[in-house]
């Protein structure tokens, strides 16, 4: 499956994004579904991820009451709304889906096989 991510760009400290997500010619049924974010020299990190399955999601420590994913009623597009951004929040935010990730696996970035591009998000004054 082929993922568009979009929705980056530059906001000050406290502000909001939204990224998005898009699967290509068909939907993310049966896809577990993540966000995931690197910066240079580091490891990907795990942001959040959403299980097909009943729409469950996860997040990271880091971000969790300040992002939340969700996904639109047809399952073609994941989203990620990103309130009261901070400057260590700057990235490259990816999407990723998979049809077999365990639950202890969701936030591990080798557990997916279909990653999006990538869109930049930038936090700064």
């Known amino acids: 499956v082929q993922l568009q991510a979009s929705g980056g760009g530059w ?13 290509a010619g068909r ?3 049966r896809y ?6 690197q910066t240079p020299g ?11 399955t009943g ?20 399952k073609t597009t994941v989203y990620l709304q990103m309130n009261s951004l ?7 935010y990816y999407c990723a889906a998979d049809p077999s990730v365990i ?3 969701l936030a591990s970035h080798s557990a997916y096989s279909y990653w999006g591009q990538g869109t930049l998000v930038t936090v700064s004054s």
């Open 11 to 23: 906001v000050q400290p406290g502000g909001s994004l939204k990224l998005s997500c898009a699967a």
């Open 27 to 29: 939907t993310f049924s």
């Open 32 to 37: 577990h579904t993540a966000w995931f974010r």
């Open 42 to 52: 580091k490891e990907r990190e795990f942001v959040a991820a959403l299980k097909w």
């Open 55 to 74: 729409g469950s999601t996860v997040y990271a420590d880091y971000v969790k009451g300040r992002f939340t994913m969700s996904r639109d009623n047809a």
């Open 86 to 92: 901070r400057p260590e929040d700057t990235a490259v």
């Open 103 to 105: 639950h202890s696996s």
